[in-house]
């Protein structure tokens, strides 16, 4: 009996991690995107543009910057610890701000073209 409710909540706890490791990205995403400044859109819109020219080097050089720069909005105003940032937990975090911010660059785009974005 002991066993069998031991091995019970083994297993509960092992798939609530990853149920809880999704709520944490989204709340660490919510929380960069609100800290996002206008510095932040730019170097994606740098990023965007330099990966549509095909410019490898020079667009991995900014998604670093990108990247170090989201690094530190988690860390110093979302209460990520620096030994979550390589984690699949902020991966997952940086996915989504990264699609936010591109998301604020093409309404942008569009807007600037007087195009609705459907």
């Known amino acids: 009996m002991i066993r069998t409710l031991c091995l019970g909540l083994a297993a509960t ?69 620096f030994n979550e940032v390589g984690t699949p937990m902020f991966e997952y975090a940086m996915r989504l701000y990264g699609e936010h911010l591109g998301t604020v660059v093409l309404e942008r785009s569009l807007d600037a073209m007087d195009l609705p974005m459907q």
């Open 13 to 81: 706890c092992l798939t609530a991690a990853p149920a809880w490791a999704e709520d944490r990205s989204e709340q660490v995403a919510t929380c960069m995107i609100s800290h996002a400044t206008e510095a932040d859109i730019s170097q994606m819109k740098q990023l965007m543009l330099l990966a549509l020219q095909e410019k490898k080097q020079e667009a991995t050089s900014v998604l670093g910057s990108l990247m170090l720069t989201a690094g530190l909005n988690a860390s110093g105003n979302c209460g990520v610890g």
